[in-house]
């Protein structure tokens, strides 16, 4: 049996710059990280998209399975031995109990990746990649439902700034940790 893998969750709305933060992370960590996320999934084109974007399939009712399978996939790399560097956004009080339960056990460091507004609407339309509003609806929410290990902000933090804290506070974390805080709540 190997040991489980450690889990860096970065957590924050979209074009906070959790991907540009993950791939800095995961060239200067010590061990060997996967970078998982929804984006790295569809990318490789796992899902159905061409048949989604025809209508064809519903997303809303692909959505709810393909999340339950998203977080336990979490658990399941990790438990098999995985070092985990999660993009996500914690967009409901379900979701984020679900993790709490399914990665219950495990080593997670909770990173809550933050930015201002205007910055993240001025990042979602340069990326042109995502549909405008879901940058200020992911603000109002993520971020109200999380107790954190460490709190970054990237609205005017250089990334190797970031990534310097970020490596500093994961070695010098201690138990229990956000995780565990928000369970025994």
Known sequence: MVPPGKIILLNGPSSAGKSTLARRLQAVLPQPFWNYSIDELRATKI???ERIESGEFRWPQLRPQFFEGFHRSLAAFAQSGNNLIVEYIVET?????????????????????HCE??????????????????????????HRLCT?????????????VMV??????????AAPGAFGRMRAR
Request: proline share 4%; no cysteine.
């Open 47 to 49: 899902l159905p998209w």
């Open 93 to 113: 009080r379900d979701w984020m109990d679900r993790l709490l339960t399914l990665l219950d056990g495990l080593d997670v460091f909770f990173v809550g990746l």
């Open 117 to 142: 507004l205007p910055e993240l609407e001025r990042r979602e339309v340069a990326r042109g990649d995502r549909r405008l509003g879901e940058a200020r609806t992911d603000f109002e929410t993520t």
């Open 148 to 160: 954190y290990d460490l709190e970054l902000d990237s609205t005017a933090t250089p990334v190797d």
């Open 164 to 173: 310097a804290r970020l490596v500093r506070a994961w070695g010098n974390r």
